[in-house]
C-alpha cells in the first residue's frame, strides 16, 4: 500500500501529478462539424484537384485572397479545367490580415474541395470544413481553426478512393 | 514498500489518466491563409492598454431595443481580468461602421451584424477578421462581424434556436485579442458552440490565464498610455494584485482532478491532503484569481471543499454540451 505521510512520497506524489500535466501534447482538439452529406448538399461544384496559385489584394480594407485550383476530376457542377475560389484574409506588402477558421489552401497541395457561389464569387462550404486535404491516400479535414455551430460530425479522414465514391453517391 | 517502487507506481497511476492538453492558444502571424513570410511564427497582440470599439448602430433586428449591452458585457468579461493590463472603452453606436483596416487611416474596432449580402460562408456564424503587421505581430485593427443574414440572434436563449449574442460576442472578442481556439471543451475559446449555448459568457481560468500571460499587469508596452487613459467607459477598475496570479486549468486538467480525487478519497479530506503537500513543498499552495474562484464555486460544488490545494479542470464533472443546432434560416 503506497502512503503518504512519509514527506518524500508526498514529493514522489507531486512529481507524479506533475507528469499528466508535461506528457500531454499541447493541442489536442477534435471538433464537431458540419458531416459529408450537408457539404455535398451545400456545394454546387465539388472538385478533386490541386491548388496551382494564389493572389492576395486589398478589397475595401479586407484583404481577399484569390485562390486557383486545376481540377483533376469534377465531382459536382460544370467541368472546367480550372476553379477559383475566394477567401478571407492573406498578406499584402508585410500587412496581414486573419480570419481564424477560413480553408486552409496552399499552392502545391492536392484537394478535396466544396465550393458555394456568394456574392457572384466562389467560396468554400464552411469555410474550413470545405476542404479535405489529400496525401498518401488519405484525404483529411483541419478544424482546428474553426469555430463550429452544430454538432452532426468530427474532423473526418478518409482514404480518397472512400471520400470520392461517398460524394459520388451524395451528390447524385 | 520501498520509495522507488511507490514512486513507479504513482507515476503510472498519473500517467494513466493523462487527459488531452487543456491550454490556450495564440494566433500568429502564420495563422493567415496565405502566412507571413519568413521562418518565425510571432504570435498576435496589440501594442497598446486602451483597445476602444464601437457597435455598428444597426445591431440586429433579432434583439428589441438592440444587442449593444450584450455586446458590452462580452468586452466586460475579457475586462474583468484582474491580472490584466488590458482595457476595452466603449466609444458608442456608429451609424455605418467601417469594417475593414485603411493604412494611415482613421479605423475603428468594430462589432457589426451584417443583414444582407453576407460576403462569407453562408454557415458562418460570426467571423473576427485582424489585421496585423507581419515582422512585430501587433495587431492594429479588429472587426466582429455576425451573420444577421443566415442566423437568428438573441439575448435570452431558450433553446438551439438563436445564438446568444453575449456567448458568441465573448467568444470573438477572444479572438480580437489574439487568442486562437483552445481545446478544453470548457474554454471560452473551444471551437464548438452550438446555438443557445451561454457558457462562453464566461471565462475558464485558461481564458484568464492566456490573458494574464500575453497582457499581464507589469508587462504593459513601454509606449502606451497609462491605465487611466481609458476613460469612464472603460470598465471597472484594475485589481492592486500585479502579476500572474491566476492559476489555469493547465494542461492534463482531468488527469490531475482524477489523481487528486483519488488523493482525497484515500487520504481523507482535503484540508489534511492540502496540509500534507504544504509540509512536503514547505510552503503555501497557489493563489487563485477572482475569476477562477467564481468558476469554480459555481461548477465545482464538493470537489472545491475536498481539494482547496490548486486551480482543477471542472470538465470531468461539466458535461460537454451536445447540443442540437443547425443553422435557422431567416
Redesign the interface.
Known sequence: ?????????????????A???????????V??A?DLPTLCR?ATRIVHGVVVG?A?AWR???IV?RVTVAVRRALKGPAARTLVVS?????VD?????????????PGEEIVLFV?P??G?L?????A??VFHVADGRAAQR?????????KARERTYTLRALLAAIAREAR | ?R?SR??A???V???A?????R?Y?R?T?K???????GPTAVP?QWRQVVIPYVVDAATTPDVPGGAVDAVRASFQTWDDVASSYVTFRFDGTMANA??????GGPNENVVKWIES???????????????????SGEI?DADILLNGQNFLFTIAPTGPTA?DVQNTVT?EVG?LLGF????DPESTMY?????GETKKRDLTADDAQGMCDVYGLGHEPADAGPPDAAGPDAGSPRADDGGCAVAGQ???GR??LL??LW?AA??GPGRRATA??S???GRRTPSRSRVHRRRSFHRCGYVWRVMSMSCVSMSAHSSIC??????RPR
Open positions: 500500500m503506497i502512503r503518504l505521510e512519509d514527506p518524500m512520497m508526498i514529493r514522489a506524489f507531486v512529481v507524479a501529478v507528469c499528466v500535466c508535461a506528457a500531454v501534447p499541447a493541442r489536442a482538439a471538433v464537431e458540419v451545400d494564389e492576395s475595401d480594407g479586407i485572397t477567401r478571407l484574409g492573406g498578406v508585410g500587412i496581414g490580415q486573419v480570419a481564424p477558421g477560413e480553408a486552409e489552401l496552399a458555394e456568394v456574392l464569387e467560396r468554400v462550404v464552411g469555410m470544413q470545405g478544424l482546428a481553426g474553426l469555430t463550429l455551430v452544430g454538432a | 514498500m520509495p511507490a514512486s507506481r504513482l507515476v497511476l498519473a500517467l489518466v493523462a487527459a488531452p492538453a491550454a492558444v494566433t502571424t495563422s493567415s491563409n496565405p502566412p507571413c513570410p498576435l467601417p469594417v475593414g483596416y485603411v493604412m449580402n453576407w460576403s462569407q460562408s453562408t454557415r458562418a456564424i460570426a467571423v473576427t477578421l485582424n489585421t496585423f503587421d507581419c515582422n492594429f445564438a467568444h479572438h486562437d481556439h483552445a481545446p471551437a464548438d458552440a452550438p446555438l493547465g494542461a492534463g488527469g490531475l489523481v487528486l488523493a484515500r487520504y500534507l503537500i509540509r512536503a513543498f451536445s447540443g442540437v443546432s443547425a443553422r
